[in-house]
């Protein structure tokens, strides 16, 4: 069964605007969540987290919000770039164990 | 700073014979995992290594497949009697502690592996 879930298998955004990308989980013990993008042959690389005692997280570009009782977090990368074009996975952990979770991505095209 | 590596990068067998994969964590890590990723799905995990310690593993990993980390550093993936189900992406990850920022995983490039 899949618990989390990325409903939107791909998003095409103009660069200098904001790319939002969701991220919806079942799981009420997951208490950790992350944001990888992946590069087509490459392993995915970490982008932020966020641990579910908070709802907002900024690096930089990057900020991921998270409602606890939706169980439902998202990724906004404001300005979007055209290097940011690449698959972007949502992860979650939980107090259970220490494996990752994944979603099964969402594609994003930043057009120039 | 090193990242983790992964060797062979890629990897075509015969259905039937044995491959065997290496990973390097980042040095200080004393945590490792491995994935498989599969096209069109994220990473799906196998199995974990606390130190030399194999603490979990996934109803994925079924009998043909072994992982070793012997001194608690590189860690090894053995598939014996390839089936070509088993053609994927396997990945490696590494993490310092649980809890908090520490629990971020960080993946290497990977081994693809083929099965004709």
């Known amino acids: 069964d899949q618990q989390v879930k990325q409903n939107s298998p791909s998003l095409s955004v103009q660069e200098g605007r904001i790319s939002i990308l969701n991220c919806d989980y079942t799981n009420s013990m997951f208490d950790y969540f992350l944001w990888y993008k992946k590069y087509p042959a490459e392993g995915p690389t970490f982008l932020i987290s966020?641990?579910?005692?908070?709802d907002k997280n900024e690096d930089g570009r990057f900020t991921v919000f998270l409602n606890k009782s939706a169980k439902h977090l998202s990724l906004h990368i404001v300005p979007s770039q055209p290097g940011d074009s690449a698959v972007y996975f949502c992860?979650?952990?939980?107090?259970?164990?220490?494996?990752?979770?994944f979603g099964k991505g969402t594609s994003l095209l930043v057009t120039p | 700073d090193t990242g983790v590596s992964q060797n062979p990068r890629h990897k075509i067998t015969k259905r039937g014979q044995n491959v065997t994969f290496r990973c390097d964590p980042i040095?200080?890590?004393?945590?490792l995992y491995w994935y498989r990723q599969t096209l069109g799905q994220g990473p799906e995990f196998l199995t974990y290594f606390q130190n030399e310690a194999q603490l979990e593993k996934s109803r994925l990993l079924s009998d043909r497949f072994s992982a070793e980390r012997p001194k608690g550093s590189f860690s090894t993936l053995e598939i014996q009697r390839t089936e070509q189900g088993d053609s994927a992406m396997y990945l490696c990850?590494?993490?310092?502690?649980?809890?908090?920022?520490?629990?971020?995983?960080?993946f290497g490039p990977g081994t693809r592996l083929t099965v004709l």
């Open positions: 990850a590494s993490s310092l502690r649980r809890g908090g920022p520490g629990n971020t995983q960080y």
């Open positions: 992860a979650a952990s939980g107090t259970s164990g220490y494996a990752l979770n």
């Open positions: 966020i641990s579910s005692i908070k």
């Open positions: 040095s200080e890590h004393n945590r």
